[in-house]
């Protein structure tokens, strides 16, 4: 099939802790490349969409260096992958890809 874009409608914010305590906050912008006979499917599951990102995106920033140093290609690799491989437990079928349009560092 026909592939489409699912967007979402705000950027994901995400602690990064240092020393036990939010040093910085990670923003990103996430779409989801899908086989166009699942986009209608994915509007009414949105916020399970996010649950489900937002879990995985502070597990990636508690486990280690994904979201410490965010211009490094790797970790863009690894949010990714592991982004689209814990996404697919709710979207079995028609997910191809996570693409992360912008990727952006707070300190606070």
Same mark, same amino acid.
């Given at each position: ?48 969409? /996010? ?5 995985? #995106?502070?597990? @990636?920033?508690? !486990? %280690?260096?994904?979201? =410490?140093? *965010?211009? $490094? ?6 949010? /990714? ?5 814990? #996404?697919?437990? @709710?979207?079995? !079928? %028609?997910?191809?890809? =996570?693409? *992360?349009? $912008? ?6």
């Amino acid at each position: 099939g026909s592939l489409t874009y699912y967007k979402f409608s705000r950027e994901f914010v995400v602690p990064v802790i240092s020393n036990k305590r939010v040093d910085s906050l990670v923003i990103l912008n996430l779409n989801l490349e899908v086989d166009s006979a699942i986009a209608d499917s994915l509007y009414p599951m949105d916020p399970k969409l /996010r649950d489900n990102i937002m879990t995985t #995106l502070v597990s @990636l920033s508690n !486990e %280690g260096e994904a979201m =410490v140093s *965010i211009t $490094d290609p790797a970790n863009y690799e690894l949010i /990714r992958a592991t982004v689209l491989e814990n #996404l697919k437990q @709710l979207v079995p !079928e %028609g997910l191809e890809n =996570v693409l *992360i349009l $912008d990727m952006a560092k707070q300190h606070i």
